[in-house]
């Protein structure tokens, strides 16, 4: 993955598609143990989250290229990998679609320091 820094500091990979179309959140999830929250949308992207406990905040920490809609997410057990389930379609409705997308599992590895 090639991953880039988008005007704000996040790291974008060049494949993620920064159109507002379909990029409300579909999916999120927590990683036990950890300060690490993922969530996904149709726009190309799982964006992987630090939860800061004692600000009560969160920051963007990076993109992980998908094509299609994240419309459901959850980490391993083990914390290194994350697991989206995508779509063509949004889970809860019809109004967009990726015709590039294939229904299925799609498999993330991550390095957790």
Not at 40 to 55: H, M, Q, T, Y
Not at 82 to 107: F, S
Request: one cysteine or more; a positive charge; glycine letters at 12%.
């Amino acid at each position: 993955m090639i991953l880039t820094f988008a005007e704000n500091g996040d790291h974008l990979p060049k494949s993620c598609n920064r159109s507002t179309t379909y990029s409300w959140v579909s999916s999120v999830t927590l990683c036990r143990g950890s300060d690490l929250a993922a969530s996904g949308a149709g726009n190309g992207c799982v964006r992987l989250w630090a939860l800061d406990s004692e600000s009560k905040g969160i920051r963007p920490l990076y993109d992980l290229p998908l094509v299609g809609f994240a419309n459901s997410l959850a980490f391993a057990k083990s914390g290194q990998l994350i697991i989206a389930g995508v779509g063509q379609e949004p889970r809860l409705g019809r109004w967009g679609r990726h015709p590039a997308a294939r229904n299925g599992v799609a498999i993330h590895r991550l390095k957790l320091s």
